[in-house]
């Protein structure tokens, strides 16, 4: 499975905007679906996933109520929209995907996009 993720930019504090991921490959049924990112000298956390047929969604407390994850498995897509950004929420966003159910783990992850840079001014 290929990810490339897509929609980040500069932004200032309380817009928006929304990251995509595109899947190719083997992309059969089965893959949960998570976004990750990683702010400068930070670890890589966690802010949401997806599972294969979008009943079970996951959310970073620090983005509940303000970000939404979906996906839509005939286009092999899975979006990120964010709302309200906060200077806080910058950082590189990754899409990344597992077999089997989500998961908030990184590790469990096999497949990693590229990233693409979100950054929010005050």
């Known amino acids: 499975v290929q990810l490339q993720a897509s929609g980040g930019g500069l932004v200032q504090a309380g817009g928006s905007l929304r990251l995509s991921c595109a899947a190719s490959g083997r992309t059969e049924s089965g893959y949960a679906m998570g976004w990750f990112r990683q702010a400068p000298g930070k670890e890589r956390e966690f802010v949401s996933a997806i599972s294969w047929g979008g009943s079970g969604i996951y959310y970073a407390d620090s983005v509940k109520g303000r970000f939404t994850i979906s996906r839509d498995n005939v286009k092999n897509m899975v979006y990120l929209q964010m709302n309200s950004l906060k200077p806080e929420d910058t950082a590189v966003y990754y899409c990344?995907?597992?077999?089997?159910?989500?998961?908030?783990?990184?590790?469990?992850?096999?497949?990693w996009g590229q990233g693409t840079q979100v950054t929010v001014s005050s």
């Open positions: 990344a995907a597992k077999r089997g159910p989500p998961s908030t783990f990184a590790y469990e992850y096999g497949y």
